[in-house]
């Protein structure tokens, strides 16, 4: 009989245990999400600042919050991964066509 | 002495530097000259026609499409609309002289007052407001079929876009000429890559257009959007097909580049509405 009481003291602290870290993990998901999200967003905003962001960078932002959102942490990084890099490869080509425009006007 | 030879050099490069460029006049004659010379057996004055300028195929088939244009039901939508009155009793005649006739030679312009280029569907739009009315979607709708009906009764007028001696109007072409040739997007295309330099090379089963004349013909009803579209509409989707974000018709961006693919046209008749693909 005390051996069952102790299992169930057992068992009910590692329900306790268990759900108090997954709950810490996904704080952690959140905020990892949160602060990649938001360097993402500045890039983007940077690059159509100076018009030049590129097509799809917004809906992959869009559809990673929709993934996060639905549980689906993973899909929703890789999402932003490909919003920061392309938001850096507009910035990148904004800086690089600053002078190699000029070298296509027919002269 | 070295340092003399140094400093004369660099005089020298600096005057052959200013005077290399002498302004939007020498970039329109090397604009013309590039496809004149790209596209030897196109007559010059034929660029207006875009891509049926310079491939026989779909020129034969556009011929047969102008027998019964499908722009035509906008003309008449636009008339009526021209000449229906605001709920002020005035009307577009109002702001157009001539009651529109021949009124679209006078777009795009540079408005030093308003420090910027007014373009004809802006000036559409600005009649509205100023008479109390709510401006139109730029992009299709009743916004194109107006244009459409304006385009249609000044056709023949040529292209004569002027830049005058005014900072703000040659930073505006400058602007419109840098945006032209910049690279953008996922695929890192220029506006020129596509109908300058590879104009007249096919794109899966077409060919792409060259720039000369490009201004020409709009607003144009389009086989694709089954409808009318701007200029700025188009320009939009250009940027997007390149994997650029297309900006909104009548952005700064997008009138200071009509005003420069304007003035790369100058000479050149209207003869929009057109009928493309």
Redesign the interface.
């Known amino acids: 009989m005390k051996s069952i009481m102790l299992s169930k003291y057992f068992a009910s602290g590692l329900v306790t245990f268990t759900l108090g870290l997954c709950s810490a993990c996904m704080a952690a998901d959140q905020a990892d999400f949160d602060a990649l999200w938001n360097e993402a967003n500045e890039k983007r905003k940077a690059a159509?600042a100076i018009?030049?962001?590129?097509?799809?960078?917004?809906e992959f932002l869009e559809t990673a919050k929709k993934e996060q959102a639905a549980g689906n942490h993973t899909v929703a990084l890789a999402l932003i991964a490909k919003a920061l890099e392309?938001g850096s490869?507009a910035l990148a080509?904004?800086e690089r066509?600053k002078d190699?425009?000029?070298a296509?006007?027919?002269? | 002495m070295k340092g003399k030879i140094i400093l004369l050099s660099s005089i020298v490069l600096a005057t052959v530097g200013i005077s290399a460029y002498a302004g939007p006049e020498q970039d329109r004659v090397a604009f013309q000259k590039f496809f004149h010379d790209k596209f030897p057996r196109t007559p010059k004055a034929d660029f207006i026609n875009g891509i049926y300028s310079i491939d026989a195929a779909s020129r034969e088939q556009w011929l047969e499409i102008e027998e019964f244009p499908p722009y035509e039901i906008a003309i008449e939508e636009g008339e009526e609309l021209f000449n229906t009155s605001f709920k002020n009793g005035k009307s577009y005649a109002d702001c157009f002289e001539n009651d529109g006739k021949n009124s679209r030679k006078n777009y795009p312009y540079f408005d030093p007052k308003r420090a910027e280029v007014v373009t004809l569907e802006l000036a559409i739009n600005d009649c509205r407001v100023a008479n109390g009315e709510e401006p139109l979607k730029y992009a299709k709708g009743k916004l194109a079929a107006i244009s459409a009906y304006l385009s249609f009764v000044s056709r023949g007028e040529r292209i004569n876009v002027v830049i005058p001696d005014n900072a703000g109007a040659l930073q505006a072409y400058e602007n419109g000429k840098e945006f032209y040739y910049r690279k953008r997007g996922q695929l890192n295309f220029s506006c020129f890559d596509c109908h300058g330099a590879a104009s007249g090379q096919r794109v899966r089963a077409d060919r792409l257009s060259p720039a000369l004349g490009h201004v020409s013909h709009f607003p144009v009803y389009r086989s694709k959007w089954g409808g009318m579209g701007t200029l700025h509409r188009r320009f939009k989707g250009c940027n997007e097909q390149v994997r650029a974000k297309g900006l909104n018709p009548q952005s700064q961006a997008y009138k200071e580049l009509e005003y420069f693919l304007s003035y790369m046209s100058n000479g050149l008749e209207f003869n929009g509405p057109g009928a493309r693909k």
């Open positions: 159509a018009n030049y962001e590129w097509r799809d960078t917004g392309q490869d080509q904004a066509e190699l425009w000029q296509r006007v027919p002269k």
